[in-house]
């Protein structure tokens, strides 16, 4: 009774259907401090761990090590580094995009942890690990207090 | 709460910080479509209905003729074994009266739905269904009804081929 | 005794319960979490495991919940797990705490509940409806009110209740409420108020069920030896049971939840318990519906089948009552974070047989208590018993 060659559901018995629900998320204490901070100062935030002498990028309310609370909000800058990248050429339905998009997690010298983003104003051929980039905001009309307020990382050099 | 501690964590918002954005937040709609297989025993159920038949699936180990059919039982977990039809009678064993949509928004008809006994099935072996021609006030534990069906050509092999189950009305003398 | 090590608490922590939080989840469980370290005067690199227990994944709107929590859960590089089994997960993950510690292979664990069903707009309602199956229960426009409706009927007419019998439980719990302190809807009202209000489906009416919310809970329970060395007021998990019944629960006669009896005998052997309403000095039976009270209270084997209504209406089960019911204020009155609401009772237990409890504190010296949660398509039974 082996269903092994069918790999469309669709070619047998089946229903149809979907799990409809939507969704709203509150960015929490510590989020709302940061997507503010990039809405109204076009500033990237961190939160110090007085206890493990860390700056945790994005900023979290608790240090995941030890359990402080954190209080301190520190400016890491909007310039940091590429830790690494992929260039994806496919949407998530899995169509074949237009153009590339590079996405990359930037790290920041002042803080561990790091942001995923998109990498723009390079071509794929150009991008490099350990490339130093800086973030480009939307301008602040724009902005929503929402990751993509940062439009993209551009390379600094 | 413990008397010991004196500060409780938590800032409490209104649905109109939403509404008003006052709070940011992020929203989101999955877009996730499934194609749930039917299955050996409920595939089978669902080709049934379609010919306008309810079928059980049967365990000769603990006797049990079972509604919804299942390919194994679950009391003796062995294979069930045979196929048996069942009427499309049965009597009402719980029901309720409902006001609420799936997406819980108000309804000004209710939906009069019930746990129904089948005919021919094994004890407790209830359906679920919604009950029709009837009005809300007469419904009855115990009272027996019939499966309305809708007409051959618009069945496609689904749960809603059964219309809905109606009062059977006692024959007069 | 079962298992190898005897397991006490010796910490609780709990959140607000209210509608809607800004907390994210993340950020209640860690609330919940350090707010039981700090009762149990110790520190995250005291805990050697971790258990998260948290309900579906679409109230949240984050799938692998259980790992998106994991950091504010205080697992950071810890053994971790996360439990889940629908509505009795709140009782169940201490119980997943406590043979991480009575194997022997822990002699600590942090146990953290989470929900934040706010994320799920305009209502969670419409998750629930994924919950029943898709081809034979969904296309009849299912709403979860339903199945409780369906049994809370049959309840009714299987022992003759009325509707102001079971009436009296919401206005008891609500009221319980009152006074405590992360209450969500404590209020005083009356038989009539509930009789009143809102029908949505028959006989379920607006005041007979608890309120969706935001919130969070958790204990720190530790080994026998552990215990000894850092309180004198210890709590014992002396029994543990559980249990799920036939998921086609349109084939039960559902006026009786056999599968909570199972898991109350089990717990009872493990503790010792022979007569239970004799030994149990009081009880926080799952109420999300105030008919579940008087149903669980039967399947615990608090009292006879179908007697329930009636110890509630000859106030048997107030606080100051011969045998406290959901002295918290229960689901009804405090809210119902799934899991979370599920470990505030056991928080709720510990406090009471601690003498902590403040305003809610029954009289008496109780020594033994129970907590019981309930969960799934109406066949899971998961219960806790607490000694001091």
């Given amino acids: ?157 | 709460m413990s008397e010991k501690i004196k500060d409780y964590r938590g800032e409490a918002l209104k649905s109109a910080d939403f509404k008003e954005g006052r709070v940011p937040t992020e929203k989101c709609r999955p877009k996730a479509k499934f194609a749930w297989s039917a299955g050996i025993a409920i595939g089978r159920f669902l080709e049934e209905l379609k010919k306008g038949k309810i079928i059980a699936s049967t365990c000769s180990k603990c006797g049990r003729i079972m509604v919804p059919p299942r390919i194994y039982c679950e009391n003796c977990f062995k294979p069930t074994d045979g196929w048996k039809y069942v009427k499309d009678t049965g009597t009402i064993n719980t029901y309720s009266v409902s006001y609420l949509a799936a997406d819980a928004s108000r309804l000004k008809e209710p939906i009069l739905v019930a746990i129904i006994d089948l005919d021919g099935a094994s004890k407790n072996m209830g359906l679920i269904h919604k009950l029709g021609e009837v009005d809300k006030d007469e419904i009855k534990f115990g009272m027996k009804v019939k499966a309305v069906w809708k007409p051959k050509e618009e069945r496609v092999g689904a749960i809603t081929d059964i219309k809905y189950f109606k009062p059977i009305k006692e024959a007069t003398p | 005794m079962f298992g190898k090590k005897r397991v006490a608490i010796v910490g609780a922590g709990l959140t607000l319960f209210r509608r809607r939080l800004k907390e994210t989840g993340k950020e209640l469980s860690y609330e919940a979490s350090k707010m039981a370290l700090d009762a149990a005067g110790m520190e995250l690199r005291d805990m050697q495991s971790v258990v998260l227990g948290t309900a579906p994944d679409a109230f949240d709107g984050v799938h692998m919940k259980g790992e998106y929590l994991a950091d504010g859960a205080g697992a950071y590089r810890k053994p971790y797990t996360r439990v889940f089994v629908g509505g009795g997960t709140g009782v169940f993950t201490p119980l997943a705490g406590w043979w991480h510690v009575a194997s022997g292979q822990f002699d600590s664990c942090l146990v953290v509940a989470e929900e934040k069903m706010s994320s799920c707009y305009p209502h969670p309602q419409y998750a629930f409806t994924t919950i029943f199956d898709p081809i034979l229960e969904r296309p009849l426009g299912m709403n979860l009110i339903w199945i409780f409706a369906l049994e809370m009927h049959r309840y009714m007419h299987k022992h003759g209740i009325k509707k102001e019998d079971i009436a009296r439980v919401s206005v008891k719990n609500k009221g319980n409420a009152l006074d405590h302190p992360c209450a969500q809807l404590g209020a005083k009202i009356t038989v009539e108020d509930v009789l009143n209000s809102e029908v949505m489906a028959w006989p379920v009416q607006r005041l007979d069920v608890s309120p969706t919310s935001d919130g969070g809970a958790a204990l720190v329970l530790v080994s026998e030896d552990v215990a000894k060395e850092i309180t004198d007021d210890p709590v014992w998990i002396d029994g543990a049971g559980w249990c799920i019944d036939s998921t086609l629960w349109t084939n039960r006669d559902l006026y009786y939840p056999d599968y909570v009896e199972c898991a109350a005998r089990m717990a009872y052997k493990m503790a010792g318990i022979k007569n239970p309403p004799k030994e149990i000095d009081l009880a926080e039976p799952y109420d999300p519906f105030d008919y579940k009270e008087l149903h669980h209270m039967e399947g615990l084997l608090l009292c006879k089948k179908g007697e329930a209504p009636k110890l509630t209406a000859e106030g048997v089960t107030q606080r100051d009552g011969d045998l406290p019911i959901n002295p918290s204020g229960g689901l009804l009155g405090v809210g119902n974070p799934i899991a979370a609401a599920g470990l505030m009772k056991v928080c709720e237990i510990f406090w009471q047989l601690r003498g902590e409890a403040g305003k809610r504190q029954i009289p008496g010296d109780p020594r033994t208590g129970l907590a019981q949660a309930w969960g799934d398509l109406m066949q899971y039974g998961s219960v806790i018993v607490l000694r001091r």
Avoid: Q
């Fill in chain 1, 1 to 157: 009774m082996s269903l092994d060659k069918i790999t469309n559901p669709l070619h047998i018995r089946h229903w149809l259907g979907d799990m409809e629900a939507d969704y709203i998320y509150t960015l929490g204490i510590a989020g709302e401090h940061f997507f503010k901070e990039i809405k109204e100062n076009g500033r990237i935030m961190g939160a110090k761990c007085p206890r493990c002498n860390v700056v945790i990028v994005p900023p979290r309310m608790y240090c995941e090590k030890c359990f402080a609370k954190l209080e301190e909000w520190v400016d890491v800058g909007t310039k940091g580094t590429i830790h690494t990248f992929t260039v994806a050429t496919i949407d998530v339905d899995g169509k074949k995009l237009k153009e590339p998009v590079i996405f990359a997690l930037v790290k920041f010298e002042r803080g561990c942890g790091g942001l995923i983003h998109k990498i723009g104003e390079t071509k794929t051929k150009e991008v490099k690990i350990g490339m130093n980039v800086e973030a480009v905001f939307k301008p602040s009309f724009e902005r929503k207090a929402s990751i993509n307020d940062i439009k993209y990382f551009k390379p600094t050099e």
